[in-house]
């Protein structure tokens, strides 16, 4: 299927899922004192930025070098994902990823996994390698989106403040379901593709 600016976008949104995140970035930027909040989402959100771009111009070549398949990147992301899900659903004691209280994130848990997280490189890769010649658009698509989730991730005291600690935590347990069946989903789907070809 060819992929226009308008659907690239939207791919890569619902692939980074911003707002469905809310309920990891709200725990993990409450453990960064306030005057560095906006600094640390930035910082975050540029890391992310650099992977997936990186991804996008040679995650094929690093995934030859390795001698490494899309499939296996499907089956690991979705064995990470599928982590994070029962985390999110049966709570965890440092939040979702385990990050020590008070302590700042560097690279993990925002910038890699949760915004560049192997569903997103596996995007970035597959818009690359099945139209190269439209790379200047996958990168206008993916600065939006980036963009978008830096925005939601700025934002996320004032949504949680606006939707309240208890709508949060329901959000929280619903997406750790939903998340559940994507992360089995993409575990089946990479097995298939491995087994059946």
Known sequence: MDHSFLSALIL???????????????????GVPRERRRRVALREVAIA????????FAGEAFLRVMHLSERSLEVA???ILLMVAIR????HEGGVYGM?????????????????GP????????????QPEKVMTWMAALTVAMAVSGAVLLLCERIRRLLGDSVVAATEKLMGLVLT?????????????????
């Open 181 to 197: 069946a994507i992360a089995v989903e993409m575990i089946l789907a990479g097995l298939k593709r491995y087994f059946l070809g």
């Open 119 to 130: 569903s997103a490189m596996a995007t970035v890769l597959l818009l690359a390698s099945r």
């Open 88 to 91: 999110m659903i049966f709570g």
């Open 12 to 30: 890569l949104l619902l692939v980074l899922d911003p707002l469905g995140s809310l309920p990891i970035f709200i725990p993990i930027m409450n």
């Open 100 to 116: 020590p209280e008070g302590k700042e994130p560097l690279i993990f848990p925002l910038a890699v996994p949760l915004l560049a």
């Open 77 to 79: 992301g979705g064995v």
């Open 49 to 56: 930025f650099a992977v997936l771009l990186g991804f996008m």
